[in-house]
């Protein structure tokens, strides 16, 4: 029997942002970002391997339950890191990959950094190969999906950035049984985003609000680690909007500018100011699309269920949570 292994690994939703990369050989940003890792958006991936004569191959569960091979733009992002991959190893190999996502693709869902730890971790895993924590956080990254390094930690997870080893991985800052926070996610658009992440961060340090935002992260970043520590839903709300509206904003002074919100979300953001003033404990998050991710602790859960679903832009809400990281499962796709 050939070799395989599958790996289900989480998107996670970033309480303070990568947008602008410093460098994209390497996938290395120029801020640090922190993010929480989710439980129920994953992408589960199988890979098989092949000898070397044969070649790559990689298909993805369609809608209606089937695999079907993928299309050539999401080959063109999975073969490359395949490459990279099998030169980590140093194995002359080839892989067969089947991958499927609990969540809609490509619309500010992070559906890259989930289905890059589960393509590394898979890969590693059907290779019989051990890896740290750290090396497999690098080993996301290199995909050019850089919130992949964040997704391989479960909990809430701090990529530093900066030069030398200790900015190249991801860290735990707090595990998931820590702090039992939620995320709704408010989706207002499910197809693909017309402007992709990697656009974004090349047009980021165009913005003239680029620059600015850099001195602010330092702070910020220290507010919400200290937030998530102490459990303190105040303080981590307020820099997590912050942050959220920052991104929006340099996205949209740009050159040429990106604007991914819809008229809904500025709907959603108003109802949550509303919902926050009533007393619920809940803050708004976006990342490069229209939907809304709704950090809010369990208590508060309900409510902004109701008032955010009754939002007739919403087509729908997704219930996440915090969640512990990737897993090796026995369910393979193939
Ligand atoms: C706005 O380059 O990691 O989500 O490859 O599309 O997943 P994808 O994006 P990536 O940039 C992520 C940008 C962000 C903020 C964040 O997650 O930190």
Redesign the pocket.
């Known amino acids: 029997m050939r070799a395989k292994a599958t790996v289900i690994a989480p998107a996670n939703i970033?309480f303070i942002?990568?947008?602008g990369t410093a460098d994209w050989e390497r996938t290395l940003p120029f801020n640090p970002?922190l993010?929480m890792t989710l439980r129920e958006c994953v992408t589960r991936t199988t890979v098989e391997v092949l000898s070397r004569e044969e070649n790559d191959s990689v298909s993805l569960m369609t809608g209606e339950g089937s695999l079907e091979p993928a299309a050539e733009a999401f080959t063109r992002r999975v073969v490359p890191h395949l490459e990279r991959l099998r030169e980590w190893s140093g194995e002359e190999v080839s892989f067969r990959v089947a991958t499927e996502n609990s969540f809609p693709m490509g619309a500010g869902m992070?559906s890259?950094?989930s289905g890059f730890a589960a393509l590394t971790l898979a890969v590693v895993a059907a290779l019989g190969k051990q890896v740290s924590s750290e090396e497999a956080s690098v080993l996301a990254r290199l995909s050019?999906?850089?919130?992949?390094a964040r997704s391989v930690e479960g909990g809430y997870v701090k990529w530093p950035a900066g030069e030398g080893n200790e900015g190249e991985h991801a860290v735990q800052v707090a595990t998931a049984d820590h702090w039992d926070l939620r995320d709704v996610v408010a989706v207002l658009q499910e197809q693909a985003k017309d402007v992709?992440?990697?656009e974004g961060?090349e047009r980021a340090p165009s913005s003239p609000y680029f620059e600015p935002r850099q001195r602010l992260l330092p702070d910020r970043l220290e507010t919400v680690t200290q937030a998530i520590l102490t459990r303190d839903f105040a303080a981590l709300a307020h820099t997590v909007e912050e942050e959220a509206i920052d991104?929006h904003l340099i996205a949209m002074s740009s050159h040429p500018p990106i604007f991914y919100w819809r008229p809904g979300t500025l709907e959603v953001l108003a109802a949550i100011r509303r919902l926050r003033q009533e007393g619920a404990e809940v803050c708004a998050t976006m990342?490069?699309g229209a939907n809304v991710h709704m950090i809010c602790t369990p208590e508060s859960e309900a409510v902004v269920a109701e008032e955010i679903g009754a939002i007739s832009e919403v087509s729908s809400l997704i219930h996440d949570g915090v969640g512990r990281g990737p897993m090796i499962v026995d369910e393979h796709l193939i």
């Open positions: 970033a942002k990568y947008w970002s993010s992070a890259s950094a050019g999906s850089g919130s992949a992709s992440s990697r961060h991104l990342d490069a």
